[in-house]
């Protein structure tokens, strides 16, 4: 008989993940249970709750591979159509947007790792992003701009623009941050020239340059913290 035909108290104890929400809390759920909550059901044959534990499953049980997902891999698995595959999507830009919110307006971006936590959401890029942070003497964010999109390998920055961009708010210094979708925190001999002239430029201008960071999925590269700044 399918689930739908069943009375809610009658459902496997597996498929009722909002029963045990109530009941246990949130955070007792595993993220397949979570997931199956957004999605509502499954198929005739598959509960919502099996069907995201074999999404999951694919993605090695990692929510920042889940988030890399596109609609059109999501709508590969069976059970899953347009409205499931967006409220997926949309769950896991909440998450990104929630972590970056979180962060106060004026943080202090004084270390490698804060900068890597400001731009969590870089991991999930599939292409190369260079972002400038803007800041004051305190190191704090005054502003901050994407520079440049690129490909699966690089990203086209002009220093010219970079400078502009720094005057235009004020900013005392400077940190620059850029993505590796390949998995790999290790500069590129563009990266080291990126950074020397950028090293060459700001001082110029009476702007500090705090930081050069490559962000991955899982860790970074801190042109300061290896000492080539």
Not at 21 to 39: H, M, P, V
Not at 89 to 108: F, I, N, V
Request: hydrophobic letters at 40%; aromatic letters at 4%.
């Amino acid at each position: 008989m399918a689930e739908g035909n069943l009375s809610i108290n009658l459902w496997a104890e597996d498929d009722r993940p909002r029963e045990r929400l109530l009941k246990f809390g949130a955070d007792k759920l595993s993220d397949a249970e979570l997931l199956a909550i957004l999605i509502g059901s499954g198929t005739p044959q598959m509960s919502a709750v099996t069907l995201m534990k074999q999404v999951m499953s694919d993605c090695h049980n990692s929510l920042s591979a889940l988030g890399r997902l596109t609609y059109d891999q999501l709508c590969r698995y069976n059970g899953i159509g347009q409205a499931k595959a967006v409220t997926i999507m949309a769950a896991c830009e909440l998450g990104r947007r929630r972590q970056k919110s979180a962060t106060p307006e004026r943080q202090r971006m004084d270390s490698a790792a804060a900068i890597y936590e400001y731009y969590a959401g870089l991991r999930d890029k599939g292409t190369e992003e260079f972002h400038l942070l803007m800041l004051n003497n305190a190191c704090e964010v005054i502003a901050e701009k994407c520079m440049s999109q690129g490909g699966l390998t690089q990203s086209v920055v002009d220093i010219r623009l970079v400078m502009r961009e720094a005057l235009i708010a004020q900013a005392t210094a400077i940190a620059v941050c850029h993505n590796h979708p390949s998995g790999r925190c290790q500069p590129s001999n563009e990266d080291k020239r990126l950074t020397q002239m950028l090293d060459q430029a700001a001082p110029t201008l009476c702007i500090r340059l705090l930081d050069h960071v490559i962000v991955t999925d899982g860790d970074y590269y801190s042109f300061h913290d290896e000492g080539l700044l």
